[in-house]
């Protein structure tokens, strides 16, 4: 068989085992929180969850192609979103011990109304939209390029298939799932490394070594990833679901091995664009490494990059599931039956962009700058801000996006020098104006108002 008959046989067999072993579940809280008949998901459970949910299709496509650009400073660099994990562990740690809240949306509801509710849906609607169409195209990308029906077929059929087995159990088969496929990218990781590092140029001491430490080769995006994970995993219904399926210090222990996980797991895949830079090995990275070695580790690749892409897309739909009936609905007229039509809806509606072109992809992607916002509304969770605070801020937060993406970034705004800069120099104003918007407010009612 051909390279392409193995991939589909890769396809289709690991969808249909996944849907063999999947657990069905008809009981509201194993389907929408992940338990197992009421029973909470232990640590291993949850930390491999998390991890893998992060280690999406486009996340480490994103490793590879910086660790070609930057060397290893490229891995470090993007690594640095993994520090959401972090923040966000600990602060829905605290808001739930000192808090009391039992999900994202309550904490708004309760605290800066309905309207504020619905505008932060529609902020992680999009999120997971573009968690959708964003990993089926990369499946789709090894088998044709952009607009053959090769291309096309794959990545419906792989959504097709994941939406399958997802429906049958919801979070609870969403959580035991990721267990399975975080033990197989682990493996598939390690044996990928194996081949690569030995017959690189240099050998592994000349991967560690390889890139400069320098703003303008990849520090510019590592600076703008620390300030980021003030906001971004709040924006993410797939991480902040997570944070409240277990006891709070399992889930704080989760979180924070989560963290190093995940940080060690993206600097390790970078690796592999290392080495396509070393090697004189072209682009789009992973897919010529692959082509590089042959038949068994373009299967490999194939392989890894479906496992990431269908953990992350089965988390979606059942976070959209939750997201729409308990979050939104708030249980109202609640079935499981309608939750899997949602999920079907969902499925659809985020496939459909891929047929529109890159362009269009692009134009529609939130990008982490646009949700600036959210840092002080979940920082200083605890302060008794009013409204304002949060619509400033958030608004705020959207307008920079906006201005980053539409307008050309002054010079006098730049500080450093080279790619990401002017990234870099618009989320630090950005992020610092959401602070002082979401502040300034807090302030006035406390010491001037009185």
């Not at 891995?75 to 602060?91: D, E, I, K, T």
């Not at 999900?103 to 309207?115: C, D, T, V």
């Not at 599931?321 to 509606?349: C, E, P, Q, Y």
Request: glycine share 8%; with cysteine.
């Amino acid at each position: 068989m051909d390279v392409n008959t193995w991939q589909w046989v890769i396809l289709i067999g690991m969808n249909i085992i996944l849907y063999w072993i999947s657990p069905w579940s008809n009981k509201v809280n194993d389907f929408f929180k992940g338990s197992t008949n009421n029973k909470a998901p232990n640590a291993i459970l949850l930390t491999s969850s998390l991890v893998i949910c992060w280690l999406f299709a486009k996340s480490i496509t994103n490793a590879a192609d910086l660790g070609f650009e930057f060397g290893i400073v490229g891995g470090v660099a993007y690594s640095g979103y993994y520090f959401s994990f972090l923040v966000a562990g600990l602060v829905i740690y605290r808001m739930r011990t000192k808090g009391g809240f039992t999900s994202i949306h309550q904490f708004l509801h309760s605290k800066y109304g309905r309207a504020a509710v619905a505008l932060f849906t529609i902020l992680i609607t999009f999120r997971l939209f573009n968690e959708i169409w964003s990993n089926s195209m990369v499946v789709g990308s090894y088998f044709g390029a952009w607009g053959t029906f090769g291309y096309y077929a794959a990545l419906v059929v792989f959504t097709l298939l994941t939406l399958l087995y997802t429906i049958k159990g919801g979070m609870r088969t969403s959580i035991f799932t990721d267990l399975i496929q975080m033990v197989l990218f682990t493996l598939l990781l390690i044996i990928i490394l194996g081949l690569i590092i030995p017959k690189s140029e240099g050998g592994f001491a000349k991967i560690l070594t390889s890139g400069e430490w320098a703003m303008s080769q990849g520090l510019n995006l590592f600076f703008v990833a620390l300030i980021q994970v003030l906001s971004y995993p709040f924006h993410d219904p797939i991480m902040t679901d997570r944070g409240f399926m277990a006891d709070p210090k399992t889930t704080l222990r989760s979180f924070l091995w989560a963290t190093v996980i995940g940080v060690f797991c993206i600097i390790l895949f970078s690796f592999v664009g290392v080495y396509a830079s070393i090697n004189g090995i072209g682009s789009p990275v992973a897919l010529e490494v692959a082509r590089v070695f042959g038949l068994p580790m373009m299967l490999m690749m194939n392989a890894i990059m479906m496992t990431s892409a269908a953990s992350t897309i089965d988390s979606t739909l059942t976070s959209t599931a939750k997201l729409v009936h308990l979050d939104l609905l708030k249980g109202k007229n609640l079935t499981i039956s309608s939750a899997r039509w949602t999920m079907v809806i969902v499925t659809v509606l985020g496939t459909i962009p891929v047929f529109f072109g890159p362009a269009i992809l692009s134009a529609t992607t939130i990008s982490g700058t646009m949700v600036l916002g959210l840092a002080p509304v979940f920082i200083f969770w605890n302060l008794d801000a009013p409204k304002i605070s949060f619509y400033a801020s958030i608004l705020a937060g959207i307008l920079f996006g906006l201005l980053f993406i539409f307008v050309k970034v002054p010079s006098f705004m730049l500080f450093t020098t080279g790619k990401y800069a002017d990234l870099l120099s618009v989320n630090l104003f950005g992020t610092i104006s959401c602070f002082l918007l979401f502040l300034i407010p807090y302030w006035i009612k406390k010491y001037v108002a009185k």
